[in-house]
């Protein structure tokens, strides 16, 4: 069963960072670009940026600069570091793979509360 976890989140003051970190299992993803959404309370679920399986990447405007996504294939594992991060950014952070036959999973999330 293919599976992907998301660990790293928690409470930053603004202007901190924080990095999150998804784990994949169950398959290889090395075929898949994979990337990380978010979602605020009450608003719909936003790419954040993604990284294609050679290592293009792609930014949410308002996050280019401030965000690095990266991945490593041996390891099944992809990140997302933040940094100078303000409220704005709160949010639940997920993680997708997505194959571009149109096979797609999701991890459940993790919260990142950016507050003083």
């Not at 784990?23 to 994979?34: E, K, T, V």
């Amino acid at each position: 069963q293919a599976q992907l976890v998301e660990s790293g989140g928690g409470l930053v003051q603004p202007g901190g960072s924080l990095r999150l970190s998804c784990a994949a299992s169950g398959r290889s993803f090395i075929n898949y670009a994979m990337g990380w959404y978010r979602q605020a309370p009450g608003k719909q679920r936003d790419l954040v940026a993604t990284i294609t399986s050679d290592g293009s990447t792609n930014y949410l405007p308002s996050v280019t600069d401030r965000f690095t996504i990266s991945r490593d294939n041996a390891k099944n594992t992809v990140w997302l570091q933040m940094n100078n991060l303000s409220p704005e950014d709160t949010a639940v952070y997920y993680c997708n793979a997505k194959h571009p036959l149109g096979v797609d999973y999701w991890g459940k999330g993790t919260l990142v509360t950016v507050s003083s």
